[in-house]
């Protein structure tokens, strides 16, 4: 078992539940395995190889490629690794469907995407909904952390998922030259003729805070009912607080070398 649950409840259509991970094999090999390739494009970086590899080069050539491939910049920075977690659990534990890397996305090795961290797609029986999302880091000993509080924090950026919809407008333009012609582009319109034709509410947001710091069911509580009052069927949101054994600084040394931090 990797999480054991802390705290757990719900109101109106938010739930909350706080997840302790529990230092040790099973952590390192969720690390190594499913978090690590979501950090590193593993998927995106083998494509590249594979092409590349198939194009008539000459012995320079050869050593050329070799070398740009060997010149990749490992991700270091510790909301990244965050992210990645984030997306890890979603996949493994929450029926969600993340069809693109936004490592991808970037120009620049050290930039950071603005939008949603989390869009994709949640299974639900033979169907899709849209899954939307953001993700926070917090070593902050105050609870609720600052991060979820604010314009640039957790609660408003959900309700804007919820509401805004020239933020959706973006996002679907955004996902669907990420999906079109490929085995995702079905769910994208189950999920978004279902969003349509309930009137803009049939989606389920996630919010994600990634903790070092003794789990507190005050972390996500009072947010949690705050935006309960916002929501309306069959809008559903999760949040959920991972709480780390070792600081969010080692969450990348850890996914490096297998919880080693």
Not at 74 to 102: F, I, K, T
Not at 134 to 140: F, I, T, W
Not at 217 to 244: K, V
């Amino acid at each position: 078992m990797i999480w054991q649950t802390a705290y757990q409840s719900a109101e109106g259509r938010v739930s909350w539940r706080g997840a302790l991970a529990q230092d040790g094999q099973a952590l390192d090999a969720f690390l190594q395995g499913p978090v690590a390739a979501r950090l590193n494009d593993d998927e995106g970086g083998e494509a590249l190889s594979e092409h590349l590899h198939g194009l008539s080069l000459t012995g320079m050539g050869q050593d050329a490629l070799e070398e740009v491939l060997a010149a990749e910049v490992p991700e270091m920075r510790d909301w990244a690794a965050g992210e990645a977690l984030a997306d890890a659990v979603l996949e493994s534990e929450h029926d969600v469907v993340l069809p693109w890397n936004n490592e991808r996305d970037k120009r620049n090795p050290f930039a950071s995407l603005p939008g949603a961290d989390i869009v994709g797609f949640q299974r639900d029986g033979e169907s899709h909904r849209l899954a939307l999302g953001e993700v926070k880091c917090s070593s902050e000993a105050k609870s609720p952390p600052q991060v979820m509080s604010g314009r640039s924090g957790m609660l408003y950026q959900l309700d804007q998922l919820a509401h805004n919809l020239g933020k959706i407008f973006q996002l679907l333009l955004w996902l669907l030259p990420r999906v079109k012609n490929t085995k995702y582009e079905a769910a994208f319109d189950v999920a978004c003729t279902r969003y349509f034709n309930s009137g803009h509410r049939e989606l389920v947001l996630f919010g994600i805070l990634v903790r070092d710091q003794v789990a507190r069911e005050s972390d996500l509580q009072a947010r949690g009912r705050q935006l309960a009052s916002h929501l309306q069927s069959p809008t559903h949101c999760c949040l959920i607080a991972l709480y780390l054994p070792w600081s969010i600084a080692q969450l990348p040394q850890a996914i490096g070398q297998g919880g080693e931090a």
